[in-house]
């Protein structure tokens, strides 16, 4: 069955061409299709388009299949062309006429562009739920471990004493940035498309505002082809909110991997966390981390790939739109997936006590040994000297301490104003 079927039949190798993986993908749009639905079926209740009885027994028809949908029981089989096709399907079966009757007025471009926002309001929660577990997490790591000291690098050079407690909270403030994006993307989402039907209204007296407010949708998106030209445009803001969450985690990661690699030695995680190799019985591997880092970076790609297949349409509905599902939904379930391991995997971390008490970690204090020299008085260039002359000539001795007071230094973390900031951003 297709909304669009004429009675005239279509090559076999067009329809599987055309339809593609639709089914599979659409089934996580099936409940916010039946929501959407019911709006529009009081909606077209309420200017006399649908009988109070029909109204009625559609909504109660389309609850049903949302119960089906959040039972597992909801399929689109081979026979649909996809989720709108089979829900009137089913509400044709069950009422007649009435379930023919909830098409009035929209199209399956303004169904589709309802579904999607729906969903993707519901994801953009959901994600921002994630993200804050992982910013408290990473919070009361950053409390824990805040006065154990870590080699700062740059260039990957050993640089300037940093702590883990700057190295956990860095992440959590990195954080409140992906929240801010996260936030962004709602309110692009947060917008009613159902009623510009193709793109170009409709000639029927429907009623917006009403279908706003029973979708719970903030505001309209008044024009109607303003609301077409969203598809694409939504997905691609929500693509690159995800990208920014998912920079954070591939960093991090990344980090893991280095640090608890013998070179380094900062870090071990628990046997349950790693993996073994097939010939050598000593490895433990971050693979978790790793997978994390690669999935990530994937994501990251996810906004140019959107670009590339909507920068050059112009306005108006075109089919190569259907191809945004493939790449933006099984994305947003890696995304969960990847917050989900790292908030299983992050509270196991073992941070070592010790690491500065190597010889090689002298050097991380020069600046703060030229500083010294600063404030008792001497110019900083020939601080600056003096202190590599020492180095030169093997003579240097290591303060081994730190006096950072500035904000957000080693010993000045701020803790408190980062949760601040984190719950002003929420």
Not at 27 to 48: E, R, T
Not at 183 to 195: E, F
Request: proline share 3%; charged share 25%; net charge negative.
């Amino acid at each position: 069955m297709k909304l669009w079927e004429k009675g005239i039949p279509t090559d076999k190798q067009i329809e599987h061409f055309t339809v593609g993986n639709d089914r599979e993908l659409d089934l996580v749009l099936a409940k916010y299709d039946a929501l959407g639905s019911i709006a529009h079926a009081k909606m077209l209740g309420q200017i006399g388009l649908l009988t109070d009885s029909e109204t009625v027994s559609l909504v109660l028809a389309l609850e049903e299949i949302i119960a089906a949908v959040e039972n597992g029981k909801f399929e689109i089989e081979d026979s649909f062309e996809d989720v709108h096709s089979k829900i009137e399907y089913l509400l044709t079966v069950k009422l007649g006429d009435a379930g023919k009757k909830i098409h009035t007025a929209r199209s399956r471009n303004d169904q589709v562009l309802v579904d999607v926002n729906l969903y993707l309001k519901d994801v953009l929660k959901e994600l921002k739920e994630q993200v804050k577990s992982l910013f408290d997490l990473l919070m009361e790591s950053a409390e824990k471990h805040q006065n154990v000291l870590l080699p700062g690098y740059t260039h990957l050079q050993i640089a300037m004493p940093s702590s883990f407690g700057m190295w956990f909270s860095a992440y959590a403030e990195s954080l409140i940035d992906d929240v801010t994006m996260l936030n962004a993307a709602l309110k692009i989402v947060d917008q009613n498309p159902l009623g510009s039907a193709a793109g170009y209204g409709s000639s029927f007296p429907i009623n917006r505002t009403f279908t706003t407010q029973e979708l719970g949708f903030e505001t309209l998106k008044f024009n109607s082809v303003a609301a077409q030209m969203s598809r694409g445009k939504s997905e691609k803001t929500v693509a690159f909110a995800m990208s920014s969450v998912a920079a954070t985690l591939s960093k991090f990661s990344m980090d893991v991997c280095l640090y608890m690699s013998q070179n380094f030695d900062f870090i071990t995680l628990p046997s349950h966390l790693t993996t073994g190799s097939s010939i050598m019985p000593h490895k433990k591997n971050p693979d978790v981390f790793e997978l994390i880092r690669g999935k990530c970076n994937k994501i990251q790609a996810l906004p140019y790939e959107i670009t590339l297949i909507t920068n050059n349409l112009p306005s108006g509905y075109h089919r190569d739109l259907q191809l945004l599902k493939e790449g933006l939904f099984p994305a947003i379930q890696n995304l969960k997936a990847c917050l989900d391991i790292a908030i299983f995997a992050i509270k196991d971390i073992k941070v070592k006590e010790h690491i500065l008490d190597d010889k090689k970690y002298d050097y991380l204090f020069t600046v703060d040994s030229l500083n010294e020299m600063v404030v008792a008085g001497l110019p900083f260039r020939d601080a600056y000297k003096a202190v590599a002359e020492q180095l030169e000539n093997g003579t240097f001795k290591s303060p081994k301490e730190t006096k950072h007071t500035h904000e957000g230094s080693i010993n000045n973390l701020c803790l408190d104003a980062i949760k601040k900031k984190m719950n002003d951003s929420y």
